[in-house]
Every structure is written in C-alpha cells, then in structure tokens.
C-alpha cells in the first residue's frame, strides 16, 4: 500500500488535474489512497475530492506544506508514503515507478524522480516554460549535488520517515531541512528519472519573483546565527549575479529548447530573475521578514 499525499491550498482547478492524473495510474488503485490536506483554502476542495471516490480531505490549520504533509502522515496507512504537490500531474507509470524502485533500492534509500514543465500537446514554449524548462525542479542536481529532494516528486518508506521526524514549518524549505536530517540519520537519496510528475509553467515573471521571494526569506532564516553569516550571504548574491554568464550558456546548449529565438527569450528571462535574486537576498540584511504560501 502507497500513500499519496498532497498539501493543498487555494487552487482548486490545479488539484483536479492531479486528482485525473492519479486516477489514470497504471498502477492498481487498490494498491494505493490518496489524502489531500487542506491548509486553509478560502473554499475547501470539498467538492473536488468527492468527485474522486476514495480520496480522502483532511485539514491542517497550521499554516505551511510541511505541517500539511505532517498531517497527511499522520493519517496514512500505507508503508510507503508518495508525496506530490496539488499543482502537480503525475505520469501514468509514477506509482508503478515508486512502488517498483521501493523494493530494488537499498534500506534506508529516500527516492526522489524529474518534475518535467507541463504544457498542452502541441503548444509553444513562451519565454517563462523555456527558463523553467532548463532551470525550475532540477531534482537530479538537488540529489546528486546537495544530498536531498523536493518534496513536489519524493517517496520514502514510513518507517525510514518517522527515523527522520515530521517536517518543519513555513519558515524554512521544510524539504532541504528534512533531507539534512534524512542524511544525519544515515538514509540516502536516490534519483529515480522514470518516476516522473508535470508541473506547469509559471504564468508571469511576477510569479517567479514571488517564488525566489519565499526561498530566500527561507535561506535566510536558515542562515542566520551561523558564523560570519552576514558576509557569507552577501558573497552568495554576489555569485547570482555571477551566475549568469555559465548559465546563459546552459541555456545555449540544453537539449530541452530547439531554436535560436526560444534560447534568447530564455537567456532574458534568466537575466530578469538573477538580478531580483540578488537584490532580494542584499535587502534581507535589513532583518527577517514573515514568510507564506504564494497562492
């Protein structure tokens, strides 16, 4: 048994589509549940979920992913638990994959799979899916480089969970803290590129200024209080600024986008978004700001 779980707030339409990408999985559906967490959507996904039949809806007042998926976990069944992110399509075979590398792996093995840019059959890229498609969910480099997974694409046996402990709150990235203490507990990630899940595009370059504006008030407030942490951080903004000319050739020979044109708008958007990372990270020096779900 697999438990599915999936944090939710504030977007239903996006949740139905996870829902009908569930509800195609190669895999059994008397082999896995599902469980959304509500956390304080201004309309409860009542009426979602009851057009899915053996979804169960929980809810989680304390505000952030981490303590949703704690509640998710509270509630699951299964031995493995398999989470996703409500605006989020998983690949048909995802839970086949989950449940088929679970057994391979070795004991103690966390699995994390590619989170690819969604997009309608036959659509073009714009210039925000050509900078995501090269940039946005890089969970090989995630595992392979930093040691943990995103949570978006991420299953670990319950018992090697509960070794770890449940996530932290919203004011940190609950899934790069959890994996720090995966790996001082002694478990290890592993990247599974057949598991996959869709995530779609951001809309706007206001929607991913938004996102790098949560990450870095969660970088900072993990930061602060380590030794000549201030300077640390302004060198670190200084190397995004840095950054740009390696990247810019990223985009220039990644196999994901074809075209000259496509490469270009990348390459601006990259721009765009480095420099507000920067300036961003330079204006958290002034002191910590709150943090909360961009929805």
């Known amino acids: 048994m697999i ?28 082999a896995f549940e599902i469980i959304v967490v509500d956390n304080g959507s201004a309309t409860p996904p009542v009426d979602v979920v009851a057009d899915h039949p053996g979804v169960r809806l929980q809810y989680e007042p304390r505000s952030g992913p981490g303590p949703a998926r704690n509640a ?22 995802w839970l086949s994959s ?17 989170v690819r840019i969604w997009r309608p059959e036959n659509a073009e890229l ?14 090989k480099l995630y595992i392979e480089r930093h040691g943990y997974s ?36 002694g478990l290890r990630f592993r990247y599974i590129p057949e598991m996959i899940v869709f995530h779609p595009a951001r809309s706007s370059l206001q929607e991913l200024y938004a996102k790098w504006d949560r990450h870095i008030a969660h970088y900072r407030n993990m930061a602060e ?15 995004v600024f840095a950054s740009l000319a390696p990247n810019a050739v990223t985009v220039l020979t990644s196999d994901r986008l074809h075209g000259s044109s496509i490469r270009l708008k ?11 990372r920067a300036m961003t990270m330079l204006s958290h020096l002034r002191g910590r700001r709150a943090v909360a779900w961009n929805r």
């Not at 670990?156 to 507990?185: K, S, T, Y």
């Not at 209080?225 to 190397?239: F, S």
């Not at 990348?266 to 507000?276: P, S």
């Open 150 to 185: 995103g949570t978006g694409n991420m299953a670990v046996l319950r018992r090697d969970f509960d070794r770890v402990g449940p996530f932290a709150g919203i004011n940190v990235a609950e899934d790069m803290e959890w994996g720090q203490r995966a790996l001082r507990a």
């Open 72 to 93: 998710g976990v509270a509630a699951a069944t299964g031995d493995i638990l398999a989470f996703i992110d409500a605006d989020c399509r998983a690949h048909p075979d």
């Open 126 to 139: 714009d210039a925000i899916a050509a900078y995501e498609s090269v940039f946005a969910y890089r969970f």
């Open 98 to 114: 989950v449940l088929k590398w679970s057994s391979l792996s070795p004991a103690g093995t966390v699995l994390g799979g590619d």
């Open 266 to 276: 990348a390459i601006a958007v990259l721009c765009a978004v480095r420099a507000h």
């Open 225 to 239: 209080g380590k030794p000549i942490w201030q300077l640390r951080w302004i060198m670190q903004a200084l190397l």
């Open 3 to 30: 438990s599915v779980i999936i944090p939710h707030l504030n977007q239903p339409h996006a949740l139905e589509a996870c829902l009908r990408s569930l509800d195609t999985q190669t895999l059994g559906r008397d």
